[in-house]
Structure formats: C-alpha cells, structure tokens
Antibody, heavy 117, light 113 residues
Framework: EVQLVESGGGLVQPGGSLRLSCAASGFTFSSYWMHWVRQAPGKGLVWVSRIKSDGSNTNYADSVKGRFTISRDNAKNTLYLQMNSLRAEDTAVYYC??????????WGQGTLVTVSS | DIVMTQSPDSLAVSLGERATINCKSSQSVLYSSNNENYLAWYQQKPGQPPKLLIYWASSRESGVPDRFSGSGSATDFTLTISSLQAEDVAVYYCQQYYSTPYTFGQGTKLEIK
C-alpha cells in the first residue's frame, strides 16, 4: 500500500525557515517524480514544486522560486522541502504527492505550516 | 501560465440527479503528438487530501465509481456525476498537466439540494 507521511510543519515567524519531510513507503520511491502541493486555509490547491526520480531535475512555482528547495534521498525514501524567507502567504497545508503521469495519484495527509508573528 | 476556470463555483443537486461541472483552460491542453488532453479531475472531502478521479480528461482512475465521467477536449472540459450520491458531497478541482507550473481550477463545491 502506498503511504506518504509528511512532517515538519509548525508555526514560524515571517522571514524564518522550515524543512518539511515526506516519508514514502509501499512503492519504489526512486522510480517516481514527486511533487509538493499546498492549500491555504479555506482556499484551493496550488502546485509548488516537483523533482525527478533521480533528483536531477527540479521545477518551482514562481511564488516560491529562489526561496524553496525541493530535494530527495532515495536511500531513505524521503522527499524534502526546504522553505526559507517564509511569508504570511506561505501559510498552508503542504501535501506530498506521487507523480502519476504528471497527475497526482497519491497524496499524504498534509502538514500545516503557519507563518505568523 | 495556463489559467483554469471552473463553473459554477458551487452547485446544489438533488440525490439521484445529474451534476455537471465545467472547466475551461486559457490555452489548449491537447498534446498533438499523442492526441491526449492533459486534464485531470480531483475530489476533496472536508479534512481529507484530494483524490484523483479522472485523468487524460476521460479515463477513470481505478476504483472510481462509473457514475463519474469526464469529457471534453482542448480548452473545454466537463465532469459529470450521473446520479448524485450523498458521499459525493465535496469540492471538485480540475488540473492541467500540459506544462509547468501545473495549475488547478478554483474548485466547485457540490452540495445536496
């Protein structure tokens, strides 16, 4: 059974940093592109970033480019999102998702990031 | 960026009746080399992550009831629930995966009338 479990969310001050993790199991992690998608409270879904199966290619939404870094450790079956220079508008539930032909076939339960002073 | 616009924003339908949600993209998501529409539909129930329902505009994900169907091509798409059940109350999103940044519609909230 595919499982994606996010962690690392919490309350952080504007300008601060946070690293999210996503532990994957139930599939061959190293064979799949992975994505982060976020959802602000009461709002819609926004794609944030993706990373190729071997980590050699990454893409970002303009709103996070230069501040967020996606990475992965295939030996540990773990996806990461390093978030720097956080802003109030980054407040959201962050979902880890497994690529399925560029759709999002599997989702974690999400981890809440709150940026507030 | 490709902008996805759904209509309506909310919809109330009686149990057993048909529900129709529309999605329009600001540019075509039909890839000419394989004649596939890079369009997916998701269902999100309160407090849960989204669930993939439809991909390639009309292919149903495994385990999704056949009352859910997708149609359309290029820039205009439709998600249809043929006979609404109580468990279908949710927010529905379309998403294009033709090009990054992948983008979603704003969502359509479906309720029981």
């Amino acid at each position: 059974e595919v499982q994606l479990v996010e962690s690392g969310g919490g309350l952080v001050q504007p300008g601060g940093s946070l690293r999210l993790s996503c532990a994957a199991s139930g599939f061959t992690f190293s064979s799949y592109w992975m994505h982060w998608v976020r959802q602000a409270p009461g709002k819609g879904l926004v794609w944030v970033s993706r990373i190729k199966s071997d980590g050699s290619n990454t893409n970002y939404a303009d709103s996070v480019k230069g501040r967020f870094t996606i990475s992965r450790d295939n030996a540990k079956n773990t996806l990461y999102l390093q978030m720097n220079s956080l802003r109030a508008e980054d407040t959201a539930v962050y979902y880890c998702t497994r690529d399925q032909g560029a759709t999002f076939g599997y989702w974690g339960q999400g981890t809440l990031v709150t940026v507030s002073s | 960026d490709i902008v996805m616009t759904q209509s309506p924003d909310s919809l109330a339908v009686s149990l057993g009746e048909r529900a129709t949600i529309n999605c329009k993209s600001s540019q075509s998501v039909l890839y000419s080399s394989n004649n596939e529409n890079y369009l997916a539909w998701y269902q999100q129930k309160p407090g849960q992550p989204p669930k993939l329902l439809i991909y390639w505009a009309s292919s149903r994900e495994s385990g999704v009831p056949d009352r859910f169907s997708g149609s359309g091509s290029a820039t205009d798409f439709t998600l249809t629930i043929s006979s609404l059940q109580a468990e279908d109350v949710a927010v529905y999103y379309c998403q294009q995966y033709y090009s990054t940044p992948y983008t979603f519609g704003q969502g359509t909230k479906l309720e029981i009338k």
